[in-house]
């Protein structure tokens, strides 16, 4: 005689409470656990028995009661005081169920304060107010912003211990929220309490009586449950195929969008397309037709109107919004495993079912979140956070973390065990994420003081140009390749002073990125000098294109020669096909080289060796700057240096093709470009300052 | 969607990915409600079969009813099931208190049906919100070769991603239920009709919250004889959900120790 209802009733309202995940960070023994049992208590959560249990574990033990014994159930934590790992714990208030996790405070535990915080919705930082602000303060408040949480309530704990001093705890307030800020987090409010006496929980002390912000309840109640990504573009993570009947199934979680019957879908990072047939599920019948759409956060299973091959791993968006397929990322990552992060290691990536050997390529910006003091270490200690680049064994879809966070994260295996994990700062090999999205999102969310305190750009430049100025060309690529940690970059268009740079790179085995900008309206001989230079030096030069969205419409706007109608439609043209895929070769360079020469213009003049350039947040570096023409044409003839055809005849600064011709002795360099213009606008916007955005 | 509708999407989330990283994998039936909606969560997840054994680590000293409900449902839900017994009361722990010592039975036949089959992945329907060990449980748990749980080092897990490369010789628990709570899977199993023992439902003022072995299982006092009353009665309780459970409540640290030596 089993049991099965026959109709199915309204579900309580309480399936439909809205339910929020707190984790609870800070140091070892500012009081964590405690403030957990106190919650408990006030919202009388606590199961029958178990204060009465605990009490006379407490004194079985010779020790006095502690509301930390309530989660710290296991025998060897309540024998060493200290928890272990997370756990997790319910209570309800009148409006909010909600899940507390708690997270250790002790170092080598950090792990497992990871896994409970990433599973939070938002988290509250307790910080003791005899003993302020500590090491895992600052490392928990710095790994809550890396690892997403953005809604943080910070208490002031023990408040019974200095004599409810409003004092030391106004200070300790401005100190803790300038740290927070500084690492990209606003805390909702700033709570002094006693969470051994339950002052300041569901109650205002009296104690504090000056103060007159949120008790801790209150500042829960005013958490939200993180969204679901529904608003983003569709990002389905395959899971797997499963072909357990004549249907082809492809499983997985929509982890941001929607998805319809009907859509015009692509898996990456083949591109391959496809339209969705079907959205498949079980139990189904005439009761339960088949689903015609799906959202964020539900498990699907989809079948396609043709036989694609697809595997776990892939990803699949709507064609109109495709992800990224990347070959190399960079991400800023917090590190767990006992061995540093070096530059050369290898590990297993994973971005979303996704997974493919990888090798740590650059490691920069590295930091101890738990220190003030900076770090100029070139690995990632356990328990640190830096910048990474890795090269990746085979195509993996993903997307900047800004762009989308569930698809722009990535975790690092190593030696078969999860090591560390990170958001996404730029794909490499990206079909369009914007520059400036990716690099301002992140420099500005990270404070240059919490990277370490790193030397502002500005005071790097100053002492490049010191040290750079009697030297050799070089010599000056070797100290910057010296002084820079992460990414450099050269923007070459294989004119004549590029050559000369790229030779010396390669000459001197100096690491940088060589990137060009194809316009689509370069000169035929330019090509062939391309084809040669990568022939000569072994490498491949990264080709950057004009965004096909704005050159059609700038053509339809303009007509495909517009840029002989008025200074601004070429201007318009030069920042479609040469301004903003500048923008994106740039996005996460640490330095820029280029060739300038100021006595290349009027306009150049006034250039210098090293530049900082604050809106694109990097060093810009022009190492032949001094240097005369005649020095250039020496040595690409004494270095058989490859050079385009174009120079042999008259051409001497040379750009796209509609706007550059040959110059007549005697003419200035350039001339030749643009030269139906005045001397004196003669820029495409590479090389001007303070453009906006 | 609704909250039982992100608890059931991020268990067939867990299913998908213990079937696709394990190579032999097993579901644990315990026949009670928790791995009853499992069994159910794993059909959706794969559309209606589910394509791994279910395997029944059996004491021999079950109630009646949970023995009936077996083979009616291995049946319908077309269920590969695997029967294992378990070892003599001799062949435990003599250290372990009386009803601790007869539910460790039961990890020595799991133990011995691990042996038996190559499972590298267990898949069990424990609950965070049931006892306070299991609240520290990843979903993807390393088992040591022995079927022991290192609590101190747990490997990070983050993000739905899971560590699932067991060392040789051990293998993993997959929990995808472990976040649900009691209540949730009341509320699940009546949305959703899913068949339960009647022994969970009051008959002369008692009923089981929870079901284990015969002899160390008791009913509590209770008139819920509907879903519906039972999860009425559940919104109202302060009672722990394994009180009835003999072996939790022998010595402080009893349920540590059969679950740091591979109890569920």
């Known amino acids: 005689m089993n049991v099965v209802l026959k109709e199915p009733q309204q579900a309580f309202s309480l399936a439909n409470r809205m339910l929020i995940r707190i984790v609870i960070v800070g140091h070892v023994d500012h009081g964590k656990s405690t403030l957990i049992g106190r919650l408990l208590h006030e919202t009388g959560s606590l199961p029958e028995g178990k204060l009465e249990a605990l009490k006379a574990a407490s004194e079985r033990r010779g020790v006095g009661f502690e509301w930390a014994f309530l989660l710290d159930a296991l025998q060897t934590e309540r024998d060493q005081g200290i928890t272990i790992d997370t756990s997790q714990i319910r209570f309800r208030t009148e409006t909010h169920d909600f899940v507390l996790i708690d997270a250790p405070g002790h170092t080598e535990f950090l792990r497992n304060m990871i896994t409970g915080a990433a599973q939070a919705d938002a988290a509250i930082l307790i910080v003791d107010a005899g003993e302020g602000v500590r090491e895992q303060t600052r490392r928990h408040g710095y790994l809550l912003h890396l690892l997403g949480l953005r809604q943080v309530a910070v208490v002031i704990n023990k408040m019974d211990r200095v004599d409810y001093d409003a004092g030391r705890y106004h200070s300790l307030r401005a100190e803790i929220q300038s740290y927070l800020e500084g690492v990209g987090l606003k805390p909702r409010a700033v709570i002094p309490i006693s969470a051994r006496h339950g002052d300041g929980i569901a109650t205002h002390s009296d104690g504090a009586a000056w103060y007159d912000g949120p008790t801790v309840l209150a500042a829960l109640d005013s958490f939200s449950p993180t969204p679901a990504l529904r608003d983003l ?229 100053t002492r490049l140009a010191t040290q750079a100025s009697e030297q050799t060309a070089a010599e000056r690529l070797q100290l910057l390749r010296r002084e820079i940690v992460g990414r450099i970059v050269l923007t070459t268009s294989f004119g004549l002073e590029d050559q000369v740079i790229t030779h010396l790179l390669w000459q001197h085995g100096i690491d940088v990125d060589l990137v060009t900008l194809d316009t689509g309206r370069l000169f035929e001989e330019t ?45 318009a043209c030069c920042q479609i096909r040469k301004v903003e895929p500048l923008e994106r070769a740039l996005a996460d360079a640490q330095a820029w080289i280029t060739g300038l020469r100021s006595e290349q213009s009027a306009h150049r003049r006034d250039m210098t060796l090293v530049s900082a350039d604050p809106s694109r947040h990097l060093i810009k570096f022009n190492p032949l700057f001094d240097w005369q023409r005649t020095q250039v044409l020496e040595f690409v003839a004494d270095h058989n240096v490859p050079v385009n055809s174009l120079h042999a005849k008259g051409f001497a600064s040379i750009g796209c093709a509609p706007c550059t011709r040959a110059i007549s002795p005697g003419e200035p360099e350039r001339a030749g470009r643009w030269w139906w213009e005045e001397e004196g606008k003669k820029e495409c916007g590479l090389h001007s300052q303070a453009r906006s955005a | 969607m609704d909250r039982l509708d992100e608890l059931e999407s991020e268990s067939i989330f867990i299913f998908r990915e213990a079937y696709a990283r394990l190579r032999n994998i097993a579901l644990l039936w315990s026949l009670g409600k928790d791995s009853n909606v499992m069994i159910w969560l794993a059909r959706k997840a794969f559309f209606g079969r589910v394509p791994f054994p279910v395997m029944h680590v059996d004491t021999g000293k079950k109630f009646p009813e949970m023995y009936k409900f077996r083979e009616r449902y291995a049946k319908e839900w077309q269920l590969r099931l695997l029967v294992e017994p378990c070892p003599p009361i001799e062949a435990v722990d003599r250290s372990l208190p009386p009803a601790a010592r007869s539910a460790a039975r039961k990890t020595e036949g799991l133990k011995l049906a691990l042996a038996k089959h190559g499972f590298d992945g267990l898949i069990a329907g424990i609950r965070r919100d049931e006892e306070a060990t299991r609240a520290k449980e990843r979903v993807f748990s390393p088992r040591g070769a022995e079927g022991a749980w290192d609590v101190n080092d747990q490997p990070p897990e983050f993000w739905n991603h899971f560590n699932a490369s067991p060392p040789r010789g051990a293998h993993l628990r997959v929990h995808p239920i472990l976040h649900w709570t009691e209540l949730d899977i009341w509320n699940y199993t009546r949305r959703e009709q899913i068949p339960i023992i009647p022994l969970y439902l009051g008959r002369d003022g008692k009923r089981y919250r929870s079901l284990g072995d015969a002899d160390i299982t008791f009913p509590i006092p209770s008139n819920a004889s509907s879903i519906d009353e039972i999860i009425r009665e559940l919104d109202a309780t302060k009672i722990p959900e394994r009180s009835g459970r003999a072996m939790d409540h022998e010595a402080e640290d009893a349920f540590e120790r059969l679950r740091a030596t591979g109890y569920l």
């Open chain 1, 233 to 461: 573009a569709l990002r389905l993570p395959v899971q797997a195929v499963y072909k357990f009947d004549d249907r082809r199934i492809i499983a997985g979680r929509i982890e941001s969008g929607r998805i319809a019957v009907g859509d015009d879908i692509v898996v990456m990072p083949s591109g391959k397309q496809a339209r969705v047939n079907s959205i498949e599920a079980w139990p189904s019948g005439i009761e339960t037709p088949g689903r015609q759409s799906a959202v964020a956060g539900q498990s699907v299973g989809i079948t396609l109107d043709r036989e694609l091959f697809v595997d776990r791993g892939n990803l699949i968006s709507l064609e109109s919004s495709p992800s990224a397929t990347c070959r190399a990322l960079r991400a800023r990552i917090f590190w767990l495993h006992q061995a540093p992060l070096e530059r050369g290691s290898r590990v297993l990536v994973r971005i979303g079912t996704g997974e493919s050997n990888a090798v740590i390529r650059v490691i920069d910006c590295t930091v101890d979140p738990g220190q003030i003091a900076p770090l100029t270490s070139g690995v990632i200690a356990q328990n640190h956070v830096g910048e990474i680049e890795i090269s990746l064994a085979r195509p993996l879809a993903a997307d900047p973390y800004a762009a989308n966070p569930a698809t722009g994260r990535v975790v690092l295996e190593y030696g078969g065990r999860t090591a560390g994990g990170g958001l996404v700062l730029a794909v490499d090999q990206s079909a369009e994420p914007l520059a400036s999205l990716r690099r301002e999102a992140f420099r500005s969310s990270v404070a240059p003081s919490a990277l370490g305190g790193r030397q502002s750009f500005e005071e790097l430049a």
């Open chain 1, 527 to 571: 090509y062939e000098v391309w084809v040669e230079t990568e022939r000569r030096y072994g490498i491949r030069v990264r080709a950057l294109y004009p965004r096909r969205g704005d050159i059609e419409d700038l053509v339809v706007r303009d007509g495909i020669n517009g840029f002989y109608g008025s200074q601004a439609a070429r201007l």
